[in-house]
């Protein structure tokens, strides 16, 4: 078991990761229950692979499991789902010094944690991330939000859960290509500021991918460990050292949107090229040692997630990605501030960044992947 602690005053939390806690989860939360009892909220798909085992191990501890089962899918983080969520939690009377219990990914985490700290003026909650993404990311920092019309993340608060319970063999369950898309936020730990621990990625990265459980428990631990650090340092995205954590996410939120944010590229797969991108645009302005760049194009194709426009299955041009940066929330006084890097672990923000020549960078980049 390895326990590390978000350090942030009273909203200081753990985070317990553990092969096998879900089948414990009753002994970690039976203290979060009032009277006895806790609200469960999840999707159907995780209801189906992984709720039996949280409520086997609450009944184990006293304690009655009321469960929420929501459809599975990005569109689960909308108004309209956070209104009937919302509802259900009021029929069930929760109270404001309440914990409610997110079993699932990003979607269900981010929702959950939204629902919790508008709920009564705010309530606690506790994540049980079930995917790679939501293990290593999402579950970790109390960033929550819904999507809009408008855009993805846009309606959300900062609010802190009060203990994250890691349980790595609850993957055992996740489709291989959620599994992928997830390791692209593990690998984005290595680029930003840890080359050794890209190193490992690049040697041990595929044991990890095929469900080894010490390699995943290692890999989940640090990503856990690099994420803490940083929310600790700026909780809310202040300093600059939290944006960090979007390397790849402007490059690849462009090519999310012209996939139409569905499931032909996923969100991890959207950064995994990112990262791809952000690091050969940074070779092509000189900051970056071409042979990094190609290290991680190398790794991130290796492991069979897209490293540019053509395996992320892109169709607009440069100018079009860039027309769906102009929308990204990051936007400040007309310009985007941009992560690039001086090298494998040295990730940096740039303030100067021209979108007219990142537009001219994406066709390039797209027209060399063509074989002459
Ligand atoms: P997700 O929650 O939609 O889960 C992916 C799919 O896997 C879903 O179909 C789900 O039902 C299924 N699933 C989940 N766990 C399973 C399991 N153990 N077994 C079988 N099926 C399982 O997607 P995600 O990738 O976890 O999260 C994506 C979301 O996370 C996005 O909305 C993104 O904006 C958000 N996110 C938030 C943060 C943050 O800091 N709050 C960070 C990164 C991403
Ligand atoms: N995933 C980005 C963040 O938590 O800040």
Request: contains cysteine.
């Amino acid at each position: 078991m390895t326990i590390i602690r978000v350090a942030l005053e009273q909203r200081s939390y753990d985070i317990v990761i553990e092969e096998g806690a879900l089948d414990r989860a009753g002994d970690h939360l039976v203290r979060h229950a009032r009277n006895g009892r806790l609200v469960v909220v999840t999707d159907s798909n995780v209801a189906a692979a992984q709720l039996p085992r949280l409520e086997a191990s609450l009944r184990a501890a006293d304690v009655a499991i009321e469960a929420i089962i929501l459809p599975p899918g990005e569109q689960t983080k909308s108004w309209r789902p956070l209104e009937c969520l919302l509802d259900a939690l009021l029929a069930l009377e929760i109270e404001r010094g309440d914990h409610i219990v997110a079993l699932g990914g990003g979607v269900i985490g981010d929702l959950v944690g939204f629902a919790a700290s508008i709920l009564k003026r705010g309530c606690h909650f506790i994540q049980l991330p079930t995917t790679l993404l939501a293990q290593v990311d999402s579950s970790v920092g109390g960033k929550t939000a819904i999507n809009t019309g408008a855009g993805k993340n846009l309606v959300g608060s900062f609010h802190q859960p009060s203990l994250v319970l890691i349980d790595p063999s609850t993957l055992d369950s996740l489709p291989p290509r959620e599994v992928r898309a997830g390791y692209a936020e593990v690998v984005k730990y290595g680029l930003i500021d840890d080359a050794a621990f890209f190193g490992w990625c690049e040697r041990e990265g595929h044991r990890l991918l095929a469900g080894e459980s010490e390699a995943r428990e290692y890999a989940i631990a640090r990503s856990v460990a690099a994420k803490a650090a940083i929310v600790a340092d700026d909780e809310r995205e202040t300093t600059g050292r939290r944006a960090l954590l979007n390397l790849g996410h402007t490059f690849g939120h462009a090519l999310e949107a012209d996939t139409g944010f569905s499931d032909r590229l996923l969100h991890g797969e959207g950064v995994a090229a990112g990262m791809a991108l952000a690091f050969r645009y940074s070779a092509r302005l000189g900051l970056c040692p071409a042979d990094d760049a190609a290290r991680v194009t190398a790794h991130v194709k290796a492991v069979g997630l897209p490293h540019d426009l053509a395996s992320a299955r892109v169709e607009a041009d440069g100018a079009g990605l860039v027309a769906h940066m102009l929308h990204d929330k990051k936007m400040a006084g007309g310009t985007l501030p941009f992560l690039l890097a001086r090298g494998i672990g040295k990730t940096f923000l740039s303030k100067d960044v021209a979108l007219a020549d990142v537009a001219a960078f994406l066709d390039e980049d797209r027209a060399k992947a063509v074989p002459a």
